[in-house]
C-alpha cells in the first residue's frame, strides 16, 4: 500500500477552513472487542478490556488520572471518562474532520432542515444533498420503494438551484462548527466550472464533492462516473475554479473503478467518497409497471455494503488520496470494516433517516473501540485488512460468479 499523500495548500486566495478536535459528550456503553490490534507495519499490542464494573472504570481513571498529574503531564482521561483518542482526520489542502464519521450527502438536506434532531456540532463532517447550477424538479412520483435490507429512491437532483441554496444557507453554515461539504452535479464539466467559480468568497463551505454520478459527460453520453477521461474532466474544471477541497464521489458502475480513481487523483481531487447508490427497479404492488416514478431507482442502505466495500478495497490500493467509505453504515461494526479496508472517514446515509442522532452515537463508539484496541489514533486502524502489496481488480476472473 502506498503511503498516503499529505494535502498541501497551494498559493491561494482562500484561507483554507481548519476544524479542530471536539471531545464527544455522551458516554455510551463499551462493547466487548477482539484482543489485538496489529497496525500498519507494526507489531500486535494488548488491547485494553472493559472494565468490570462502573466503580472499577471510575478507580481505574483515577488512578491514571493521579498519575499523569503527579507527573506534570496534561490530563489522562477525556469527556468520556477514557484516555483521550485522536479522531481527526485530514482529508487534505486543510480540510480536517474532527471525527471520521459523517452523513452522506442526501438525508440530512443542507443541514438547516435537521438542526432540531440531531447534534451537528458533533458530527465529523455534513455532505448536503446535489446541488446544480440551475434548479431543477427532479422526478416524477412515487419516489421510494422500500426492498430487502435497504431503499430504492428515484428523487434525482431536486435541488432550489445553487444561488438559492447559497442566499439561504451559506451564512448559516458559516456559523456552524460542522465542516459542511457541499455536493455539487452538473451536466457537463464546463457547466460544473461555472459552479464552482460562482462560490468565489462564499463564507461556510469547508470542501467540495463533486458528484460523478450526474450528468452525461462521458463517452455516448454515459455518466461521467464510467468514463475515466470524463470524471477527470469534471474534477480538472473544479480544481481550475477554486482552491477549497475537491473529493470526488465515485459509483460502483465502473468497469474497474481503479482506472476512474486514479483519473480523479491525477486531476486534483484531494479525496475520494465511494459509492453512490446503485441502480435498481422494482414492480408496483399490482404488478402493472415500476413501483418508481422514475422506473429506474437508486439502491442504498446495508444491501449495497458489501460492495462499497470491495470498491473502498480497491481504491485505496490504487490512489495515494484520503478513501471515504459511504454504503449501509448502520453500527460502529459496518465502521470499523470501512476503516480496515482503507477508509480514512466514512458517511452514513439511509440509515440517518430513521435515525438522526446515530451519526453522533457512532463517533464516541469509535473512539470507545479505539481504546478498548489499544489504538491511540484512529489512523491506526486504517487499513488493517489490506494486503501488503496491492492484490487483483475484482473484475479479474469470475471465480465468484461461479
Not at 316 to 327: H, L, R
Amino acid at each position: 500500500m502506498k503511503a498516503r499523500r499529505k494535502g498541501v495548500a497551494a498559493n491561494s486566495k482562500r484561507t483554507p477552513t481548519v476544524r479542530r478536535i471536539r471531545p464527544a459528550i455522551t458516554p455510551v456503553p463499551r462493547p466487548s472487542w477482539p484482543g489485538l490490534l496489529s497496525p500498519p507495519g507494526g507489531r500486535p499490542g494488548p488491547a485494553s478490556p472493559p472494565p468490570s464494573s462502573p466503580a472499577a472504570s471510575a478507580s481505574s481513571s483515577a488512578a491514571a488520572a493521579s498519575s499523569t498529574a503527579a507527573q506534570g503531564g496534561a490530563p489522562a482521561l477525556d469527556a468520556l471518562g477514557g484516555r483521550p483518542v485522536d479522531l481527526a482526520v485530514d482529508l487534505g489542502r486543510g480540510l480536517v474532520l474532527p471525527n471520521p464519521v459523517t452523513v452522506a450527502s442526501g438525508p440530512f438536506g443542507y443541514g438547516v432542515e435537521v438542526v432540531d434532531l440531531a447534534d451537528l456540532s458533533r458530527l465529523g463532517g455534513l455532505v448536503t444533498r446535489s446541488t446544480s447550477l440551475k434548479p431543477r424538479s427532479g422526478q416524477p412520483a412515487p419516489r421510494m420503494a422500500e426492498v430487502a435490507a435497504g431503499l430504492l429512491l428515484g428523487m434525482g437532483p431536486q435541488n432550489p438551484g445553487l444561488e438559492a441554496v447559497l442566499d439561504r444557507c451559506a451564512g448559516v453554515w458559516a456559523r456552524w462548527d460542522v465542516p459542511v461539504i457541499l455536493s455539487l452535479c452538473a451536466d457537463s464539466a464546463g457547466e460544473l466550472g461555472e459552479a464552482v467559480r460562482r462560490l468565489e468568497g462564499e463564507a461556510g463551505i469547508a470542501g467540495l464533492e463533486i458528484n460523478l454520478s450526474c450528468g452525461g459527460g462521458g463517452r455516448g453520453g454515459v455518466i461521467p462516473g464510467l468514463d475515466a477521461d470524463a470524471a477527470a474532466s469534471y474534477v480538472a474544471a473544479a480544481r481550475r475554479g477554486t482552491d477549497l477541497p475537491i473529493i470526488a464521489k465515485l459509483t460502483a458502475q465502473a468497469p474497474d473503478v481503479r482506472a476512474i480513481a486514479r483519473s480523479v487523483e491525477h486531476a486534483g481531487a484531494d479525496a475520494i467518497s465511494a459509492i453512490n447508490t446503485l441502480p435498481g427497479l422494482v414492480p408496483s404492488a399490482d404488478r402493472s409497471g415500476p413501483a418508481l416514478g422514475s422506473v429506474y431507482g437508486g439502491l442504498c442502505g446495508p444491501a449495497i455494503r458489501p460492495i462499497a466495500l470491495r470498491v473502498v478495497w480497491e481504491v485505496a490500493q490504487a490512489v495515494d488520496v484520503p478513501v471515504i467509505g459511504v454504503g449501509g453504515v448502520a453500527c460502529v461494526d459496518d465502521v470499523l470494516d470501512f476503516l480496515a479496508v482503507g477508509a480514512s472517514a466514512v458517511g452514513v446515509g439511509v440509515a440517518a433517516l430513521a435515525d438522526p442522532m446515530l451519526p453522533v452515537r457512532l463517533a464516541d463508539e469509535l473512539a470507545d473501540a479505539c481504546r478498548a484496541l489499544g489504538a491511540r489514533a484512529v489512523r491506526d486502524l486504517v487499513g488493517t485488512a489490506l494486503p501488503a502489496r496491492p492484490g487483483p481488480p475484482s473484475t479479474r476472473g469470475a471465480e465468484w460468479a461461479r
